[in-house]
């Protein structure tokens, strides 16, 4: 459930996670709060449900919301305004590029250029799109349930 910093922000930016409501998204939404012993700031944890019904979010993206003018339920505060980062495609805001870990694509590929690169390694310009092996490997598109006892039968899509 909402907490009341998330219901008085305009907008949020979140980490979609799996959700079981139908017609809406669950949100992960870190917020710092100040331990007042300690003069430090510890992050904070709020999940937030917003109106999703083209299910344009996938688990894993990093999504702007915004709060709705009238709640649509009881948990249904905001709605998805636009999927900013999808998950694996990272860009440095600042810069405009794309980001592996914590380094630039460009600035890995000179080092490569240098030192000779690994056969064996990952090729971005070459990847197919995400969602390409939906079905196969990745099952983020499927309805998702919970888990509530292992009894030794096959679940694939439990949480």
Known sequence: MAFPAANKTFMLLGVCVPSLKQGA?????KRLELDVNL??????YEQVYAYDPNQICKTGDVVLIEQLPKKLTQL????????VYPLGDMV???TGKKV???RYRDHVEEVNKIFGKNPSAFKYDKA?????????????H??????????GTEQPYAV
């Open 128 to 140: 197919a799109p995400r969602g390409w092996q939906e079905d196969k490997k990745d099952f983020s």
């Open 25 to 29: 998204s669950k949100f992960k939404i």
């Open 100 to 102: 592996v870990a914590s």
């Open 92 to 94: 440095c805001p600042v």
């Open 39 to 44: 003069n430090m700031y510890f992050p904070k």
């Open 76 to 83: 249904i505060t905001h709605k998805v305004k636009e999927v």
């Open 142 to 151: 499927k309805e998702t349930y919970i888990k509530y006892h292992d009894d």
